[in-house]
């Protein structure tokens, strides 16, 4: 028997009540946490006002919220299917010869649907919103900006000792020696009084200074003249270079591609930014998993009993597979395992474990 499209709708609204309302309570709770733990680091910093305070936890907010969702779906899917099966609407349904996978088809679509929505439209949204709240959390929280920037003419690099500063540039980078290629310096003092600039073939990071290969240095009222090796002096690290780098949490996905190729051609690593692309992509992938783990452990609460306990099982074995996919995304970053692989195995893993014990209970 086919499910009728009257009946399709109305499962796939009590389907998106369930998902939204834990999406709300979700929302809510992230809310005020996020803003306690804001007020508590701002308590000492004397520009961070309460109003910007609260506007950051409201920037961050978006992104919180997309990281929940797979909790959301898995949370609201069950307590939509477990009312449905409480009030016997499922049992009549499948006694009518309607199948366990007619009646998830609904909000299998549901999900497809929504979760296109959320990687195509509501991501860049987040993303955008996010990387204001670290610029101003860098101004008000950290008390500096970002250091680096990328872009298609290369590196650009700043730093700064006592009352002057120093603007890099660079085509690439090798990493993990942080050795500059085809470097410019220029060098400024006080309010930016530009006193000269740096030419050189190579600059190594090494502990405390720069150390420049084939130096042309030139500067205003004076002749250049070569030097085969110069130390520029620096405070920065090869730690404090790499956490400047905009996150990816902070590019849309339309703009990781780009973004991606930009740091490859420059010479740094993007898997970061590659799992966190693949990781987007295999969203829808990993909401239908949720949906069909949480059919599995809500389909048969009145024939076999224990809501309370099947529903805390539905909700550790999500929380096993939170964990699960944060040590195989830790394997990607360490380059132990191919960046796509350690972006969609937890999808893939999340939705073939719910295909098996949605299997193996339901009768045929």
């Not at 996020?34 to 520009?47: C, I, N, Q, W, Y």
Request: glycine content about 8%; some cysteine.
């Amino acid at each position: 028997m086919r499910l009728s499209p009257t009946l399709s709708i109305y499962f796939g609204r009590q389907f998106i009540y369930g998902v939204g309302l834990v999406i709300l309570v979700f929302i809510a709770t992230i809310l005020i946490f996020d803003l306690v733990e804001l007020l508590r680091r701002g308590a000492a910093k004397e520009h961070a006002t309460i109003g910007i305070l609260i506007q950051m936890a409201f920037l961050k907010l978006p992104f919180m919220a997309q990281k929940a969702i797979p909790f959301a779906v898995l949370i609201g899917g069950m307590l939509s299917f477990a009312r449905l099966t409480r009030y016997h609407e499922l049992v009549v349904t499948r006694a009518a010869g309607v199948s366990v996978w007619q009646f998830l088809l609904p909000a299998i679509v549901v999900t497809l649907l929504f979760s296109g929505f959320l990687v195509t439209v509501y991501n860049p949204l987040a993303s955008a919103m996010v990387s204001k709240f670290e610029r101003l959390e860098a101004t008000y929280l950290k008390g500096r900006s970002s250091l680096l920037a990328i872009s298609s003419s290369g590196l650009w690099l700043r730093q700064g000792g006592g009352t002057s500063q120093s603007v890099i540039h660079a085509q690439r980078v090798v990493e993990p020696e942080m050795e500059l290629h085809e470097v410019i310096i220029f060098r400024f003092e006080d309010s930016d009084r530009f006193i000269g600039r740096i030419d050189a073939d190579r600059a190594k990071l090494e502990e405390g200074y720069w150390e420049l290969e084939g130096a042309v240095m030139t500067g205003p009222d004076r002749p250049s003249y070569f030097l085969d090796h110069y130390r520029l002096q620096t405070d920065l690290t090869s730690t404090q270079i790499q956490d400047s780098f905009a996150s990816p949490e902070t590019l849309s996905f339309w703009a990781l591609p780009g973004f991606i190729k930009v740091l490859e051609e420059a010479g740094f690593s993007a898997v970061r930014h590659r799992i966190h692309w693949y990781s987007l992509l295999s969203t829808p992938l990993l909401l239908c998993a949720m949906v069909v783990i949480a059919a599995s452990f809500s389909l048969r609460l009145t024939r076999r009993g224990g809501t309370g306990l099947l529903i805390t099982a539905g909700v550790l074995v999500g929380f096993v597979l939170y964990f699960l996919s944060d040590v195989v995304l830790a394997l990607g970053l360490s380059g132990k395992i191919p960046a796509t692989l350690a972006a969609w195995v937890p999808a893939g893993v999340s939705m073939l474990a719910g295909v098996a014990m949605l299997f193996h209970l339901e009768d045929g």
